[in-house]
């Protein structure tokens, strides 16, 4: 029994992985949430569904992907949480619900005092003191306006945390009123009427304008009554929400064919073109019907509008609904999430293992299991983004992090394929864990699956310099975090025998190798980019500093090695320092703001960085005490 | 001799310069964020020595080894270990590549370095250029049309342009005196009225414009704009007078930015007439022929003309994000014969001629109102080194990396039987 344990625990995580993988159904009864979340829309350059255009908005307002529209109560007390799909669907069709919603989070405290809000938690008054409703923003919308243009003003490297903080709201005050109008004009009462009665308004507004320009007597209640109208219609472009209306395919007027990708129109851009004779399409049409039943809270209604339309869009767009239909299932199946929960229940039994290695083989085993389905299910994610996104795994820091993270779990299944001794397992899960966790504090930022820039769109480059780059930083990692499990097993514990530690070192001997090939060939590849893109080959940039540095430090420890400057103690410090250097060409480098690839100064990261890098040091330190203090050499000595 | 042959073909030597070279690249990086990239690149990675100097920030160090003393030093040490240790066996044969190949890298890297030239091919749609212009070089071009497709171009070269230069040309009738050398200036218009003091000059553009000098820039994103005062003298020794050349008037962006900068206070009208003076051609009359006198970017002419016919900037929909940049040009060649059109865009340079054309910049010309396109044109003759380095160094390490490899795997395989 003991025996089947590795494939029990396996089986049922297997199960509960699986068990997600699946679209999300909606009660019969109800508002089809799921259905109308698969709907696919046009932003930041890309199709997507509404679910992630929900979950994207909601993480730039308040850094989670669903709502607690109860957030002054405790996490005990069951407060209502409802999912980002069913926000986006008030802040479309029933925006006056929506404005009670405490979406917008402000921490600073002088922003606070700005906007004249609570500053403390008040349960009593529906309080947290941190998410605030758009109806307790907007007396004093005025005054952010001023601050925000003034801060905008300043270059973005000079702003103070308070001048950051009023341009995150600013910008999150414009993403809250282009939501608002992505389907109807935000003052709306009962859409579906107003839109027909618009459409009864046009003929009668034309005939008035044509005769007014002529110099003839018109109609000027009608066309003042059309005016309002284009003018709503205007306000609602103006605010460059997304693009909901698909094209009519075929021809336009200028006779040129449109595919079904380009052309998607805004809502209010679409309204202003039947004003011109086109015929409202089912987009139009059906959207309104939507906003019109659900405000009234009539489910039957919206969920026949939302069949309607996806029918209407199936002829044409089937493509771009299966997308939408794909990246919806993707983003309940949260395959980075529930791999954090596999790797670290693996890394326990890894651990575990290390208490009694002769007798709990069948621990080890077990954690070998899981790691393998963690990396399925880690493969699997990557897999599903690298086809949605129709790019290599790597396309900026959020993607390289879990490609990192991908990396490591392989280089460790295969020292442990040599060794069975349950390093090659912790390493595994530490390093996944580690780099999931920096995927996820990423991911906070918004959209982690935007459209490459220009100088960027080249999946052949993507695919080579990116990525090998990107395993050499695994290596250099995966290197790194093996001494330190040699320097804290050795120092801490009696468990660095000298078999362990005699591998150990020829573990971190073989991965710098590894590391040195993959960042050099890496490094290089990225001059040959760049000198197919730019002209050089090399051009001293921050980014690619940081890449040499890691090259110059492999290549510094396999020559100390070989010269035999440094012992096995020493080829361990010098491992870790690599740790230190990978992180900075990782991240530290896009911190100066300087070069090509900078990606915008990222404080709070920076702290981290520096702390990080001051762990590593500290670790450095305690592998450099003379051996007599280590647990595991003083008992080795005494014996 | 045999103790520095030592010391020459030692490992340490290795690991000590790579310690080196680790925290020049590192403090090199952080230096770009005060010095700027052209001058945190010429004082760090292209020097012997780094010396600190006054008002430096805390990590410059009071004297450091720079970039071509480390990459010389670096390159003698692995030519020398080479000399000493070479044997030719399958163990030792991917070391040997992946350092011939290294080898190769840092003599591509010093190649490109001395003899690279990189330039700018900057015009709107229906212009045609057979030349190219620096970004960080001036000259001092004197120009007489000798008929009506041909003109004579005598261009002095930034670097002897100094206060007090003493400058002659047998193909001019005169001699240049630098008065004043400014690496960088700004131009103000001298307001009818309002001026008291005199111009610089009564000739040319001086009549309405003044200029003074401004700090140097090292910024990456601003240019130095420089200015001169120039006192020319006929061969006889007599004064011809004193003119003022200048990069803000021989530029036509550089125009179309003044004017702007001048509509927002006076008009477009007036700033249109203003810009004018500032632009208008200066003329000298000497030995019978007109010479026109410009401070221009140094150009390279081509055997052949580029014509720009059609630019696309393409954005993803509904949004600002860059998803496209192309020009559509027409070479002419006469030598060839050739009359050919291509298209450059990022990610795919055009090879020609020993030349490599990229697009660079993107933009609008506001006064025709068509597209604008800025192609970088490089000549780097040792381009093809990295390509070859680098696929030396990948196939040495990768023979060296399985060699190893297999020989781990044997060797544990006959561990495990024999236990």
Same mark, same amino acid.
């Given at each position: 029994?003991?025996q089947?344990?590795?494939?029990?625990?396996t089986?049922?995580?297997?199960?509960?992985?699986?068990?997600?993988?699946?679209?999300?159904?909606?009660?019969?009864a109800?508002?089809a949430?799921a259905e109308?979340?698969?709907?696919?829309?046009?932003?930041?350059?890309?199709?997507q569904?509404?679910?992630?255009?929900?979950?994207? !908005?909601l993480?730039?307002l308040r850094?989670?992907?669903?709502?607690?529209?109860? %957030?002054?109560?405790?996490s005990?007390d069951?407060?209502?949480?409802i999912?980002?799909?069913?926000? #986006?669907m008030?802040?479309t069709?029933?925006?006056?619900?929506?404005?009670?919603?405490?979406?917008?989070?402000i921490? &600073?405290?002088?922003?606070?005092g700005?906007?004249?809000l609570?500053?403390d938690?008040?349960?009593?008054?529906?309080?947290?003191?941190? &998410?605030?409703s758009w109806?307790q923003?907007?007396?004093?919308?005025?005054?952010?306006?001023?601050e925000?243009?003034r801060?905008?003003?300043?270059?973005?490297k000079?702003?103070?945390?308070?001048e950051k903080?009023?341009?995150?709201?600013w910008?999150?005050?414009?993403?809250?009123?282009r939501?608002q109008?992505?389907?109807?004009?935000q003052n709306?009462?009962?859409?579906?009427a107003?839109l027909?009665?618009?459409?009864?308004t046009i003929e009668?507004?034309r005939?008035?304008?044509?005769?007014?320009n002529?110099?003839k007597?018109?109609d000027?209640?009608a066309l003042?009554?059309?005016?309002r109208?284009?003018?709503?219609?205007d306000?609602?472009?103006?605010?460059? =929400? =997304?693009?909901v209306v698909?094209?009519?395919?075929g021809?336009?007027h200028?006779?040129?064919?449109?595919?079904?990708?380009?052309?998607?129109?805004?809502?209010?851009e679409?309204?202003?073109?039947?004003?011109r004779?086109e015929?409202?399409?089912a987009?139009?049409?059906?959207?309104?019907r939507?906003a019109?039943?659900?405000?009234?809270?009539?489910?039957?209604?919206?969920n026949e509008a939302?069949?309607?339309?996806?029918?209407?869009?199936?002829?044409?767009y089937?493509r771009?609904l +299966?997308k939408?239909?794909?990246?919806?299932?993707?983003?309940?199946y949260e395959?980075?999430?529930?791999?954090?929960?596999?790797?670290?229940?693996?890394?326990?039994?890894a651990?575990?293992?290390?208490?009694?290695?002769?007798k709990w083989?069948?621990?080890?085993?077990?954690?070998? $299991?899981?790691?393998?389905?963690?990396? *399925?299910?880690h493969?699997?994610?990557?897999? $599903?983004?690298?086809i949605?996104?129709g790019?290599?795994p790597?396309?900026?820091?959020y %993607?390289?992090?879990?490609?990192?993270?991908?990396?490591?779990?392989?280089? +460790?299944?295969?020292?442990e *394929?040599? $060794?069975k001794?349950?390093?090659?397992?912790?390493?595994?899960?530490?390093?996944a864990?580690?780099?999931?966790l920096?995927?996820?504090?990423?991911?906070?930022?918004g959209?982690?699956?935007?459209m490459?820039?220009?100088?960027?769109d080249?999946?052949?480059?993507?695919?080579?310099?990116?990525?090998?780059i990107?395993l050499?930083?695994?290596?250099?990692?995966v290197?790194?975090?093996?001494a330190?499990?040699y320097?804290?097993?050795?120092?801490?514990?009696?468990?660095?025998?000298?078999?362990?530690?005699?591998?150990?070192?020829?573990?971190?001997?073989?991965?710098?190798?590894?590391?040195?090939?993959?960042?050099?060939?890496?490094t290089?590849?990225?001059?040959?980019?760049?000198?197919?893109s730019?002209?050089?080959?090399w051009?001293?940039?921050?980014?690619?500093?940081?890449?040499?540095?890691?090259v110059?430090?492999?290549?510094l420890?396999?020559?100390?090695r070989?010269?035999?400057?440094?012992?096995?103690? +020493?080829?361990?410090n010098?491992?870790?320092?690599?740790?230190?250097?990978?992180?900075?060409?990782w991240?530290g480098?896009?911190?100066?703001g300087?070069?090509?690839?900078?990606?915008?100064?990222?404080?709070a990261?920076?702290?981290w960085?520096?702390?990080?890098?001051?762990?590593?040091v500290a670790?450095?330190? /305690?592998? !450099?005490?003379?051996t007599?203090?280590w647990?595991?050499?003083?008992?080795a000595?005494?014996? | 001799?045999?103790?520095?042959?030592?010391?020459?073909? %030692?490992?340490?030597?290795?690991?000590?310069?790579l310690?080196?070279c680790?925290?020049?690249?590192?403090?090199?990086?952080?230096?770009?964020?005060?010095?700027?990239?052209y001058? *945190?690149?010429?004082?760090?990675?292209?020097?012997?020595?780094?010396?600190r100097?006054?008002?430096? =920030?805390?990590?410059?160090?009071?004297?450091?080894p720079?970039?071509y003393?480390?990459?010389?030093?670096?390159?003698? @040490?692995?030519?020398?270990?080479?000399?000493?240790?070479f044997?030719?066996?399958?163990?030792?044969a991917g070391i040997n #590549?992946?350092?011939t190949?290294?080898?190769?890298?840092?003599l591509g890297?010093?190649?490109?370095?001395?003899?690279?030239?990189?330039?700018?091919?900057?015009?709107?749609?229906?212009?045609?250029?057979?030349?190219?212009?620096?970004?960080?070089?001036?000259?001092?071009?004197?120009?007489h049309?000798?008929?009506?497709?041909q003109?004579?171009?005598?261009?002095i070269?930034?670097?002897?342009l100094?206060?007090g230069?003493?400058?002659?040309?047998?193909?001019?009738?005169?001699?240049i005196?630098?008065?004043?050398?400014?690496?960088?200036?700004?131009?103000a218009?001298?307001?009818?009225?309002?001026?008291?003091d005199?111009?610089?000059?009564?000739?040319?553009?001086?009549?309405?414009?003044?200029? &003074?000098a401004i700090?140097e820039?090292?910024?990456?994103d601003?240019?130095?704009?420089?200015?001169?005062?120039?006192?020319?003298?006929g061969?006889?020794?007599?004064?011809?007078?004193?003119?003022?050349?200048?990069?803000?008037?021989?530029?036509?962006m550089?125009?179309?930015?003044?004017? @702007?900068?001048y509509?927002?206070?006076?008009g477009?009208?007036?700033?249109?007439?203003i810009?004018?003076?500032?632009?208008a051609?200066?003329?000298?009359?000497?030995?019978?022929?007109?010479?026109?006198?410009?401070?221009?970017?140094?150009?390279?002419?081509?055997?052949?003309s580029?014509?720009? /016919?059609?630019?696309t900037?393409?954005?993803y929909?509904g949004?600002?994000?860059?998803?496209?940049f192309?020009?559509r040009?027409?070479?002419?060649?006469?030598?060839?014969?050739?009359?050919?059109?291509?298209?450059v865009?990022?990610?795919s340079p055009?090879r020609?001629?020993?030349?490599?054309?990229?697009?660079?910049?993107?933009?609008?010309?506001d006064?025709?109102?068509v597209?604008?396109?800025?192609?970088?044109?490089?000549?780097?003759?040792?381009?093809?080194?990295?390509?070859a380095?680098?696929?030396?160094?990948?196939?040495?390490? /990768? $023979?060296?990396?399985?060699?190893?490899l297999?020989?781990?795997?044997?060797?544990?395989?006959?561990?495990?039987?024999t236990?």
């Open positions: 029994m003991i089947r344990i590795p494939f029990l625990l089986a049922i995580l297997a199960v509960w992985v699986a068990g997600s993988i699946r679209a999300p159904k909606d009660k019969p109800d508002f949430v109308w979340g698969r709907l696919p829309v046009v932003y930041n350059g890309r199709f569904p509404l679910d992630s255009l929900a979950r994207n !908005s993480l730039q850094e989670k992907q669903s709502l607690n529209t109860e %957030s002054w109560k405790g005990f069951k407060p209502k949480i999912s980002a799909t069913e926000w #986006l008030e802040m069709m029933n925006p006056k619900v929506a404005d009670t919603r405490t979406v917008f989070r921490d &600073h405290p002088d922003l606070k700005l906007m004249k609570p500053m938690a008040d349960a009593s008054a529906q309080l947290d003191g941190k &998410h605030f109806i923003l907007q007396p004093r919308l005025k005054e952010l306006q001023d925000a243009k801060s905008a003003a300043k270059n973005e000079h702003r103070n945390p308070f903080a009023v341009m995150h709201l910008s999150g005050v414009g993403l809250y009123m939501m109008n992505m389907i109807q004009p709306a009462q009962d859409w579906n107003e027909g009665h618009y459409l009864t009668p507004g005939a008035a304008a044509i005769a007014q002529a110099g007597e018109y000027k209640q003042e009554e059309l005016m109208d284009l003018q709503r219609f306000a609602m472009t103006q605010l460059e =929400p =997304p693009l698909p094209p009519a395919v021809a336009d200028a006779g040129h064919t449109h595919t079904a990708d380009e052309k998607w129109q805004r809502m209010g679409a309204l202003m073109q039947i004003a004779g015929p409202p399409g987009a139009v049409n059906n959207y309104a939507m019109s039943a659900y405000k009234a809270g009539i489910p039957g209604a919206f939302v069949r309607d339309f996806r029918v209407s869009l199936n002829a044409n089937h771009q +299966g939408a239909g794909s990246e919806q299932v993707f983003n309940f395959p980075f999430y529930k791999g954090m929960v596999l790797f670290v229940i693996a890394g326990l039994c651990i575990s293992f290390w208490a009694r290695p002769a083989e069948v621990l080890r085993r077990a954690a070998v $299991w899981v790691v393998l389905l963690g990396l *399925a299910v493969t699997s994610g990557l897999l $599903w983004r690298m949605l996104e790019r290599p790597v396309t900026n820091l %993607s390289s992090a879990i490609f990192i993270g991908w990396g490591c779990i392989i280089l +460790g299944l295969v020292l *394929a040599f $060794w001794n349950g390093v090659g397992v912790v390493i595994s899960c530490v390093c864990f580690s780099t999931l920096i995927a996820h504090h990423l991911s906070l930022a959209d982690t699956m935007e490459m820039r220009a100088v960027l080249t999946n052949f480059w993507l695919a080579t310099h990116v990525v090998i990107t050499g930083y695994s290596a250099t990692f290197a790194g975090f093996l330190i499990l320097i804290v097993r050795g120092f801490f514990t009696r468990g660095l025998d000298p078999a362990t530690a005699k591998s150990l070192g020829k573990m971190v001997y073989g991965i710098t190798c590894f590391a040195t090939l993959f960042s050099f060939v890496g290089v590849l990225g001059g040959i980019w760049a000198d197919q730019w002209g050089r080959f051009g001293w940039d921050a980014k690619e500093n940081g890449a040499l540095i890691i110059l430090w492999n290549a420890i396999l020559h100390a070989w010269g035999g400057l440094v012992r096995e103690r +020493g080829l361990m010098m491992a870790i320092f690599g740790n230190v250097v990978t992180a900075w060409s991240f480098v896009n911190m100066l300087i070069g090509l690839h900078s990606y915008g100064f990222m404080e990261a920076f702290w960085l520096l702390g990080f890098a001051a762990t590593q670790l450095i330190a /305690l592998g !450099s005490l003379p007599q203090w647990r595991s050499f003083r008992n000595a005494a014996s | 001799m045999t103790y520095l042959w030592k010391i020459f073909t %030692s490992l340490r030597l290795t690991v000590i310069l310690g080196f680790v925290v020049l690249v590192f403090l090199g990086t952080l230096a770009q964020i005060d010095e700027g990239l001058g *945190a690149l010429a004082r760090w990675f292209r020097s012997y020595f780094v010396l100097r006054a008002g430096d =920030p805390l990590y410059v160090p009071p004297i450091f720079g970039g003393l480390l990459g010389i030093l670096l390159l003698v @040490n692995l030519t020398a270990a080479h000399i000493k240790r044997k030719f066996t399958w163990r030792q #590549l992946t350092h190949g290294i080898i190769l890298l840092l890297q010093l190649i490109t370095d001395q003899f690279a030239q990189e330039s700018i091919l900057s015009f709107r749609e229906g212009e045609t250029r057979h030349f190219s212009e620096a970004t960080q070089q001036w000259e001092l071009a004197f120009v049309p000798l008929d009506e497709r003109e004579q171009v005598v261009a070269p930034e670097a002897l100094r206060d230069a003493e400058l002659r040309d047998p193909k001019l009738p005169f001699t005196r630098v008065r004043t050398w400014w690496i960088n200036s700004e131009p218009f001298r307001a009818p009225m309002q001026q008291t005199p111009p610089i000059s009564e000739n040319g553009i001086a009549k309405d414009w003044d200029f &003074h700090p820039t090292k910024k990456m601003e240019r130095n704009n420089p200015t001169a005062i120039l006192e020319l003298a061969a006889k020794g007599e004064v011809l007078g004193t003119w003022v050349v200048s990069a803000w008037a021989s530029d036509a550089m125009i179309q930015g003044v004017r @702007n900068a509509a927002r206070t006076v477009a009208d007036s700033a249109q007439t810009a004018d003076k500032l632009g051609p200066q003329e000298l009359e000497a030995g019978g022929v007109k010479w026109r006198m410009t401070l221009r970017a140094a150009r390279f002419y081509k055997p052949f580029v014509t720009l /016919l059609k630019t900037h393409d954005t929909p949004s600002e994000i860059p998803k496209d192309r020009s040009i027409r070479i002419d060649n006469p030598d060839t014969g050739e009359k050919r059109e291509v298209e865009y990022m990610n055009l020609y001629e020993g030349l490599t054309f990229y697009q660079s910049t993107m933009g609008r010309d006064v025709k109102d597209g604008r396109s800025g192609l970088q044109v490089v000549k780097n003759p040792g381009w093809l080194t990295p390509y380095g680098c696929i030396v160094v990948a196939i040495g390490m /990768l $023979w060296q990396f399985f060699y190893h297999t020989g781990f795997i044997q060797k544990r395989r006959l561990t495990a039987a236990a």
